[in-house]
């Protein structure tokens, strides 16, 4: 197990398309197992392949809380199947966009088909903020950060700050 390094915006990698993955492999087991510790000790509660640039359609959650014991999911070529008419408002954060907040409307339940990570396919509905962890996760593989759900004023003043952060700390 290894903790990788994780890509913060603006980043022209975490706004690429990641491929699909198709079977799930030792290598592939090792990855997300890496991804998960790396998410652990940021601590965060979920983590996409793209933000540690690699562009596969693979993503690792876990919302368990310190006094709960870990509950992770692994997911490789998710799909959401179905989503509710109703709408949930979540305040949003991502590893990737460190220490900026907001909150951001999406379904408030999906069912998602995805690979786990004995290549099994499965189907499962997640709800309250499960739901949101999944939709944010999976918008990474398509290139699109939370801030992309804001309004292009907010954004921009996200991404002007976190380059100002960058280059303080270069
Ligand atoms: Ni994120």
Redesign the pocket.
Known sequence: MARLPILVAPDPRLKQKAAAVGAVDDALRALMDDMLETMYAAP?I???AP?VGVLKRVLVIDIARDDEPKAPLRMVDPEIIGASDEDCVYE??????PEHYADVTRPAWVTVAYLDESGRRREQTFDGLLATVVQ??M??LDGI??IDHLSSLKRNMILRKLLKSREKKA
Do not use: I, M
């Open positions: 965060g979920g983590l996409a933000q949003e954060g991502c590893l990737s966009v944010h996760e918008d990474h950060l939370f």
